[in-house]
């Protein structure tokens, strides 16, 4: 039997041991494997208390047994959902239990997403809203990928399709009547005014500016400067604990820590780089390369000082903000002040007592919200969204520069328009992408 014709299963809830597990099967073998388990087949969608048994007859758990027959359910096949005691053994028991079944494996990572996919239960976007919900870390990410999962995205892709498919008929039509006299130009002139339209709309969403994609990978921040100026110190009262090693002597980073925080429901990845020196030290030289690496791809970089090292330069490479803070303001008696930065933003700080922190926390955030914009509304998610959406637009664009030419080569462009959305929507030659997406979930999704 063909793997995808094979009935599948796997733990759909967290690692053992907790207190309920849930192991989910998909399959045309379901309903046998649960019947022979629970003795009997429960009523559809209705949870019902079962003592399984292996093919022996031998006691699994008492447990609460679920059926979802298909097309009505997840994946569209024929769904059993076993939640019985999250201890391993119970596990181990059951599973080698249901591997007892002929045409009964595992589930491959994003096999139950995949097959719900190919039953037509969610388009490819809704596939990838799922999986973005799956890896929020932060309450906006949640949104937005929430967002994505109940069709934001697809619903929009989906009334465009039928839009350019209505436009292309109406032109076709016109190819048909070339001989009618007036007939193409009846045609073709509300045609146009669907295409440019749709344009548009498609234009006026690429003009978000990837803000929802930038809010999918979150925003790095970068902490670069010279070696034992607190960079380390101030990294662990970022992220509230220790994160990284924090020693009086010169260089003790050496490569990139990073950690990953979730500042008022925007994701803000802080790196913590090696302090950047001359030094004939080979492993220092390779984190202070690495450092300033980082620093350039960065996406905003606090150049940390402290009084011996005020008139330190953290441009370098980069090409983001580059804000200036002196930390250990507790034992500057100087008070020397500071020159502005490039990024025009100035701090003093003691990353040890905690002095001036929470006015750069607050900055940060200022920062994330100009950064990320408005997302909220935002269609596009990721970048092969708005790949496929560029190629859309650029279609109907050439339609409407050669519908004066020739109706033939109008109809192709809104074809090849068609043609993107419908590789958007995951629903035409999409096969080479299916297996990088769904590979992405866990296993059990």
């Known amino acids: 039997m063909h793997p995808r014709d094979q009935t599948i299963f796997a733990l759909s809830s967290g690692q053992p041991p907790n207190a309920i597990a849930l192991v989910r099967v998909s399959g045309s073998q379901a309903e046998k494997v649960v019947r022979a388990l629970a003795g009997k087949l429960p009523s559809p969608r209705l949870a019902t208390r079962a003592l399984l048994r292996d093919i022996s007859q031998r006691p699994i758990d008492d447990a609460v047994v679920l059926w979802f027959p298909g097309p009505a359910s997840a994946t569209g096949e024929d769904v059993a959902e076993f939640h019985i005691h999250g201890g391993r053994a119970v596990l181990a028991a059951l599973f080698a239990a249901l591997s007892a079944f002929e045409d009964v494996r595992p589930a491959e990572p994003g096999e139950f997403t995949r097959r719900a996919f190919e039953n037509g239960k969610l388009d490819l976007t809704e596939a990838e809203g799922l999986d973005d919900l799956i890896h929020a870390d932060t309450d906006r990410q949640r949104r937005q990928a929430l967002r994505q999962l109940k069709g934001l995205l697809g619903d929009k892709a989906r009334d465009w399709r039928a839009r350019i498919i209505e436009a292309s008929a109406l032109i076709e039509a016109g190819i048909d009547f070339s001989d009618e006299g007036d007939v193409p130009a009846e045609l073709i002139t509300p045609a146009l005014a669907k295409v440019e339209a749709l344009l548009a709309e498609i234009q006026e969403a690429l003009a978000e500016q990837g803000r929802?994609?930038?809010?999918?990978?979150?925003?790095?921040?970068?902490?670069?400067?010279?070696?034992?100026?607190?960079?380390?110190?101030?990294?662990?009262?970022?992220?509230?604990?220790?994160?990284?090693?924090?020693?009086?002597?010169?260089?003790?980073?050496?490569?990139?820590?990073?950690?990953?925080?979730?500042?008022?429901?925007?994701?803000?990845?802080?790196?913590?780089?090696?302090?950047?020196?001359?030094?004939?030290?080979?492993?220092?030289?390779?984190?202070?390369?690495?450092?300033?690496?980082?620093?350039?791809?960065?996406?905003?970089?606090?150049?940390?000082?402290?009084?011996s090292d005020v008139e330190s330069e953290g441009k370098g490479e980069a090409t983001a903000p580059v804000w200036r803070v002196r930390n250990k303001i507790d034992l500057d008696a100087a008070d020397r002040p500071m020159a502005e930065s490039s990024g025009g933003r100035v701090f003093r700080i003691s990353a040890r007592h905690g002095d001036g922190l929470q006015e750069l926390i607050v900055a940060i955030v200022e920062f994330a919200q100009v950064y990320f914009g408005s997302s909220e509304g935002g269609l596009i998610g990721r970048t092969r969204q708005r790949k496929l959406l560029q190629d859309t637009a650029a279609s109907l664009q050439r339609c409407v520069e050669v519908l004066g030419e020739g109706e033939e080569l109008a109809a192709e462009e809104l074809r090849a328009a068609a043609y993107s959305l419908g590789r958007l929507l995951g629903r035409v030659d999409v096969e080479d992408i299916l297996d990088v997406i769904f590979r992405e979930f866990c296993v059990g999704k």
């Open 212 to 307: 929802s994609e930038r809010l999918r990978d979150g925003l790095v921040v970068a902490i670069a400067g010279p070696p034992n100026v607190g960079k380390s110190t101030l990294m662990n009262q970022l992220a509230r604990r220790e994160v990284a090693i924090v020693s009086p002597h010169a260089g003790t980073t050496r490569d990139i820590i990073e950690v990953q925080l979730d500042l008022e429901g925007y994701p803000v990845t802080v790196i913590d780089t090696a302090g950047i020196r001359e030094t004939d030290d080979p492993v220092e030289q390779e984190g202070v390369r690495r450092a300033r690496a980082r620093a350039a791809d960065a996406d905003l970089v606090l150049w940390l000082t402290d009084a």
